[in-house]
């Protein structure tokens, strides 16, 4: 029963390639956010997305959009990738002010 | 962006020893957490603390919420050899904000 699951695992692909990386959450939460971890194991916020407000952090190139089709799933697109762009992505969900709980992560290799 | 000040940076602990670890930030955070990260995994959550001065134990791990909500520390006691890993903690301001994370502190342990 995962609570957060992230598809794929791993992800290699090309410089200036468009790709998708999919969230799923099922412990019923209404907030959803997307997380990058660099080299140095630093995490830092991309997103966070409820029903009502989509919040950015304005460091976030908008080659990157994140897209919700659902309450339970946040998907992101990246649009151009670029060779900074490797990292870990990591998925999040919490019910309001509550903990948040990660996914397993989607290392992303762009060559 | 806000960082916070995680110390120290990384422990080399003999198994059996406590161990301490802490994180300030220039500005409020209404709650403080602490997360442990393996190797491929997500962060998994150890210790959330929603009061200023709350002092919150989970096991062999406590953790507080400094009075000034600037700061918090997580002490582990009679480390055991699956405490390994990197600890990470993160402070956010409320509602559907996204976590400010600490640069992570690198448990190992020595048997």
């Known amino acids: 029963d995962t609570a957060v699951s992230q598809t794929p695992k791993y992800l290699v692909t090309q410089m200036g390639n468009d790709k998708s990386i999919k969230c799923e959450q099922n412990l019923g939460h209404d907030t959803m956010y997307w997380y990058k971890q660099d080299s140095k194991k630093f995490l830092k916020i991309m997103f966070s997305?409820?029903?009502?407000?989509?919040?950015i952090n304005e460091t976030v190139p908008n080659r990157f959009s994140p897209k919700s089709p659902d309450k339970a799933h946040l998907n992101l697109h990246i649009n151009s990738l670029e060779l900074g762009d490797s990292a870990v992505y990591f998925c999040?969900?919490?019910?309001?002010?509550?903990?948040?709980?990660f996914g397993p992560g989607t290392r992303l290799t762009v060559t | 962006g806000q960082q916070l000040n995680q110390s120290p940076q990384s422990m080399f602990i003999q198994e059996g020893e406590d161990v301490s670890m802490n994180c300030t930030s220039s500005s409020i955070f209404n709650t403080w957490l602490w997360y442990k990260q393996d190797p491929g995994e997500g962060p998994v959550l150890l210790i959330a603390?929603?009061?200023?001065?709350e002092l919150t134990s989970n096991g062999r791990l406590t953790a507080q919420f400094g009075i000034t909500r600037k700061d918090s520390f997580l002490n582990i006691s009679a480390s055991i050899p699956s405490d390994v890993g990197i600890y990470f903690c993160a402070g956010q301001r409320g509602g559907a904000d996204g976590l400010t994370f600490g640069k992570g502190t690198h448990l190992i342990i020595q048997p």
């Open positions: 603390l929603y009061k200023a001065g």
């Open positions: 997305y409820n029903n009502k407000e989509l919040i």
């Open positions: 999040a969900s919490s019910q309001a002010r509550t903990q948040q709980y």
